[in-house]
């Protein structure tokens, strides 16, 4: 899950859960300020949505309906 110590020190607004396409290696993922796809389940995400209120950003690029 993203690191949310590390977001608050960031320049990324600390309600958002970032999410990017899988096996994602950018700087962002590997700072702890967004998540691959493939490391995000429903849990991390109910976690991030419900417990944290955070508002979650696609940047995976799909389309509805894709996998």
């Known amino acids: 899950m993203t690191k949310l110590r590390?977001?608050?020190?960031?320049?990324?607004p600390p309600d958002l859960f970032v999410?990017?396409?899988?096996?994602?290696g950018c700087i962002d993922?590997?700072?702890g300020y967004s998540t691959p796809?493939?490391?995000v389940d429903v849990e991390v995400l109910l976690t991030a949505t419900l417990?944290?209120?955070m508002r979650v950003i696609d940047r995976t690029g799909?389309?509805?309906g894709q996998s």
Do not use: A, Y
Not at 6 to 12: C, I, L, P, Q
């Open 51 to 53: 417990d944290f209120g």
């Open 62 to 64: 799909r389309t509805r």
């Open 19 to 24: 999410i990017d396409p899988v096996g994602c």
């Open 6 to 12: 590390v977001r608050f020190e960031s320049e990324f």
């Open 29 to 31: 993922c590997g700072m």
């Open 37 to 39: 796809l493939n490391e």
